[in-house]
């Protein structure tokens, strides 16, 4: 009985895949169109950040406004969203190969160093916010982490890689690798153990370069660990990255640490990079975030002075925006300007 049941399921499933198999391969090839991945990515608009729902200082103080980190909304392209790219003007088309430093990197590859960038400039951040609130901040340890490997590096070493030491030297910083490598010989190949997914494993690089300009192919970032009086705790997601939210970071963090309420009850929204001196870095898509900030009801837009700064007052022009814009060189710069904005 068993058998003839299951038979029968079988010669009506034949059946129906005979009679139907046009329809079934117009589905297959809809889906594949519908899905298949091309090599673009798609920027579709922008939008904000409340900064206060990343960050969480103890006893920190009250403001009656906001700061918010403006953002770039961007997706994987695919036949669809492609061609869809060219019907809506604010859609704009970004090669991937256009985001790698060469083309043997992986995407893998990118999407790290965009995290090493966010975790840099949020420890750039937290650092020159304390030390010009007058707060303590101490740096515990170093980690040196691996940003880029060159295309003709002689090494299996990663990015992502924590360094950890060198033909048994321990290394904590830039100064210590440097330091090892020029005590070595060029075509030397150096053992190395290092941090890779939380597991320690060893690797080889060889030295390149002439004796005057030793190098082994990569370019490294410092990691801090660090404490801070009063501590402070962040939680960005997995998919937040880049160093584009530093000044903004940086501001709000500040503002958490003093007395003076640096957002008089406006909601302020921002971009551009920070240095551990204070200078504030070029950023891209700078119309995109714009255009975020105006969609959420933003009065103060900051950017980095010159060519961003330009473009954003362009952008405003042209659209009619109703919004505010300050383009600043410094996290000093920016303060002041906070203090002086009267809406």
């Not at 330091?179 to 080889?204: C, F, Y």
């Amino acid at each position: 009985m068993l058998k003839k049941f299951f038979k029968k399921i079988y010669q009506e499933t034949k059946a129906y895949i005979v009679d139907s198999w046009f329809f079934l391969l117009t589905l297959l090839v809809i889906f594949v169109v519908m899905t298949y991945q091309l090599p673009y990515y798609i920027d579709t608009g922008g939008g904000t950040i409340a900064i206060d729902d990343r960050i969480q200082i103890e006893n920190e103080t009250e403001s009656e406004g906001s700061f918010n980190m403006a953002y770039v909304s961007e997706v994987r392209a695919t036949v669809p969203t492609y061609l869809l790219s060219y019907v809506f003007n604010t859609w704009e088309r970004v090669k991937i190969a256009d985001t790698k430093i060469d083309p043997t990197e992986t995407q893998e590859d990118v999407e790290i160093r965009d995290h090493l960038y966010l975790d840099t400039a949020n420890q750039t951040a937290i650092q020159l916010a304390y030390q010009k609130a007058g707060k303590e901040f101490h740096i515990t340890d170093q980690k040196t982490r691996i940003a880029y490997v060159a295309q003709g590096a002689i090494t299996d070493l990663q990015v992502g890689d924590t360094i950890l030491s060198i033909d048994g030297e321990d290394v904590s910083n830039f100064d210590s690798l440097t330091s090892i490598v020029n005590t070595k010989n060029v075509g030397d190949v150096l053992s190395l153990q290092v941090l890779r997914n939380e597991e320690q494993v060893s690797a080889t690089a060889t030295i390149q370069g002439t004796e005057e300009n030793k190098i082994i192919g990569i370019t490294l970032m410092q990691k801090y660990e660090y404490e801070t009086n009063p501590e402070i705790t962040l939680s960005f997601l997995a998919s937040e990255s880049g160093p584009s939210g530093g000044l903004l970071l940086s501001l709000a963090i500040y503002d958490k640490l003093i007395d003076e309420d640096l957002t008089k009850g406006y909601k302020i929204v921002g971009t551009g990079t920070i240095g551990a001196d204070g200078s504030v870095g070029a950023i891209g898509g700078v119309t995109y975030k714009l255009r975020g900030a105006v969609n959420s009801k933003a009065d103060l837009f900051i950017v980095p002075a010159g060519e961003n700064y330009e473009d954003a007052m362009a952008f405003k022009e042209e659209k009619g925006y109703d919004i505010d814009i300050i383009g600043v060189r410094t996290f000093d710069e920016a303060v002041e300007a906070l203090r002086n904005y009267q809406g």
